[in-house]
């Protein structure tokens, strides 16, 4: 949600403030501001709307100083304001902070403040935390933040100066990312890993109610109660170019083309060279353990839950074990049935999604067995998780996903042939045949990049339809509902997918003269009755666009548009027929003139509940 970034060093702070914020913007955001210690007070410039805004301003009132804190803030508690932006303060302007969380018990404490003579301004949690911090402070930096984290209730990311201890940083979270690190007599804190990758590789995740105390010459550690603790360092591959945006015109398109690239690299990490077959010791199960499980429960939000549809679909039809898949926010709540030794995935771009956290962090309660999907090395699911199976998209920067999205499929079906291969449900050729198969994909991939045209041109056609109804069975089905989350999301066009045999069940009461209807045909065994579906609604007066894999006669037939994919295996076709939904939600978004990497109301990712 919110971004935060600081930096200590021997250089002016502002510059790095800036970039960092800009490389955090895709997290969304209403208002951006900065503190900076500039070697006699903390001097604050906030500003409303995008940080071209805070740019402007500190151009036209400069703010010197070598250390300073920024934020780009979401809305959580306060409209966006200029008295709501952050850094905030307290009465007596020793100190200023910055804040990603949410703090629950914030109006006890307010009332607490305000008993004590302290003035508020903003109608913000995280001025409480500012006011608390400058309540508790008498002279000892380190103490007044252990006391303050002791009282607070919620999630929190912080950072801190103080006016009595200029050039340093205080930083500490809880339920919220954070990670620190230090280059050449230079530190610096980031709510994600793109502020910090042109500056170092070597960062530290900071871990509940750990704080961090950052200077020009290193970093130094401790716990909750002020003892100082030695942290480990996790080294990031990821490229710096590959955060930032080259020569496409937005994020999205950039992440779109990089599909086929991240799609390999991530079954390379999975399929040894030397034998093209499964890393088997990599999966979450032995042959003892897979032949012995009885089911499997997946749980994440949003585009990964989609991806957990899939990966029901592939595992219960590769390796014949029942999957069971909950949205994140409904499963913690819904008192779910998890017993000893039953095992749970979560699936999660980030590692912080704050809900998929929750849920996993019960399943350890109730000692289930734990596997993660997750594309960030060090983040707080990648710690929690017993297992952890790697995605390797690289970051993902537009909010969207798209490349995350396929990789997260790629392991899935990766774990679906290593249980079918150890349960003996499928034999070690068959295995080995569909491994050949889906090296194979990122070339049909490709395939479809080169000739995006075709979408293109339809995009500029249909950019003005009011609704847009996916339609598709099986597979098709689970596909379908990420084919119109891409497009409701950046377009906002108004999507719904839908089962294509439910459609007599009320759904066709929708369809009218210009509805455009989106139908995903590719399963040879029910190709037929999903055009039966398409002739429903096009009688009605719907467009039918049919998605095929392969040539269809059956599709041309009760279909106005058809386009046709290179053909794959059928349980494979999700994997090129992604790429086709992204590239219409990302074209008709453009034809609309949206904010696509960055749509409104929108944040990459979901560190509240």
Known sequence: MCGIVGYTGKTACVPELLAGLESLAYRGYDSAGVAVYDGTEIRLAKAQGPLANLEALLKEHPIPGRCGIGHTRWATHGEPSYVNAHPHTDDAKQIALVHNGIIENYQKLKQMLIAKGCEFVSETDTEVVAQLVGSL??????AAVTAAMRLLEGSFALAILFRDEPYTIYCCSKDSPMVVGHGDAESFVASDIPALLPHTRDVYFMEDRQIALLRVDGIAFYNEFGQPIEKKSTHVDW???????????????????????????????????????????????DAEEAAALKGLTIVSCGTAFHAALLGKKFVERLAGIPVQVEIASEFRYGDPMLHSGDSLMVISQSGETADTIAALRLAKSRNCRTIAVCNVIGSTIARDAETVLFTYAGPEIAVAATKSYLTQLAVLYLTALDLAEKRGTMSEQDVHKRIDELFALPGKMQQILDHREQIQCFASKAFSVRHVFFIGRG????????????????????????????????????????????????????????????????????????????????????????????????????????????????????????????????????TVE
Request: with cysteine; charged share 25%; net charge negative.
């Open 475 to 606: 597979i098709d089905y689970a596909l379908s509902m990420e084919a119109a989350l891409k497009l409701k999301e950046i377009s906002y066009i108004h999507s719904e997918a839908y089962a294509a045999g439910e459609l007599k069940h009320g759904t066709i009461a929708l369809i009218e003269e210009g509805s455009l209807v989106v139908a995903l045909a590719t399963q040879p065994a029910l190709i037929k009755k999903t055009s039966s579906n398409m002739e429903e609604v096009r009688v009605r007066g719907a467009h039918v666009l049919a998605v095929t894999n392969g040539e269809s006669e059956e599709a041309a037939a009760h279909s106005d548009e058809q386009w046709a994919f290179p053909q794959v295996e059928e349980t494979l076709t999700p994997f090129v027929a992604i790429l086709p939904m992204q590239l219409i939600a990302y074209y008709m978004a453009v034809q609309k003139g949206c904010s696509v990497d960055r749509p409104r109301n929108l944040a990459k990712s979901v």
């Open 137 to 142: 402070y008498t002279g000892d930096c380190l």
């Open 239 to 285: 490229d710096v170019e590959a955060a930032k945006k080259g020569n496409f015109e937005h994020y999205m398109m950039k992440e779109i083309c990089e599909e086929p690239v991240a799609f390999r690299k991530t079954l390379e990490q999975y399929v040894s060279k030397k034998d093209g077959r499964l890393k088997a010791d990599m999966f979450p199960w």
